[in-house]
C-alpha cells in the first residue's frame, strides 16, 4: 500500500490552488482503493461567502475531493501524469449523499473505491469521513481524455 506525498500528487493532478482539495494519500492499491486526506482550515478562501457566521465546507467541494481521489487512483494505477495529451473527466456522479456539515478544522477522510473500467468508462464508489462519521458518499464515473494509441 504506497503513500503519495503532495509532490507526486501535483504531478498526476491537474488542480492546484485553491481547487487542489486533496493534501496526501496515506494508502493506494492500484486498480482497487485509495485514501486520501484533506485538512480543511478556516484560511479557505470559499469560508468568506458559505457562511460568514456558521463556516461549512460546500457539498460540491466535498464531492471534488471525493472525485479528485478517484482521479488519484486512476492515474497512480496506470503510473501516468495528467498532461495536454492525457486527463481524467469527470462524466457522472450518481446517488450523492451528504451525512453532516464539514466545518473548520475538520479532516477529510477520502476514500475511492475502482468497481470496474469497461472500455475506458471508469465507476468508483467514494466516501468522506471526519472521524469515524461518514460525510458523504457517491458513485462517479470518469474517462481518460486524449487517450493513449
Known sequence: ??????????????????????????????????????????TEPFFQGHFPDKPIMPGVLILESMAQATGLLAFHSHNA??????????????????????????????????????????KFEATAHVGDDLVSSAQFMTTEMGRRS
Open 1 to 42: 500500500m504506497a503513500e503519495i506525498e503532495i509532490r507526486d500528487i501535483l504531478k498526476m493532478l491537474p488542480h492546484r490552488y485553491p481547487f487542489l482539495l486533496i493534501d496526501r494519500v496515506i494508502s493506494c492499491i492500484p486498480f482497487k482503493e485509495l485514501t486520501a486526506i484533506k485538512n480543511v482550515t478556516i
Open 81 to 122: 501524469q495528467s498532461n495536454s495529451q492525457s486527463m481524467y473527466y469527470l462524466v457522472g456522479v450518481d446517488k450523492a449523499r451528504f451525512k453532516r456539515p464539514v466545518e473548520p478544522g475538520d479532516q477529510l477522510r477520502l476514500t475511492a473505491y475502482l468497481k470496474r473500467c469497461l472500455r475506458g468508462v471508469y
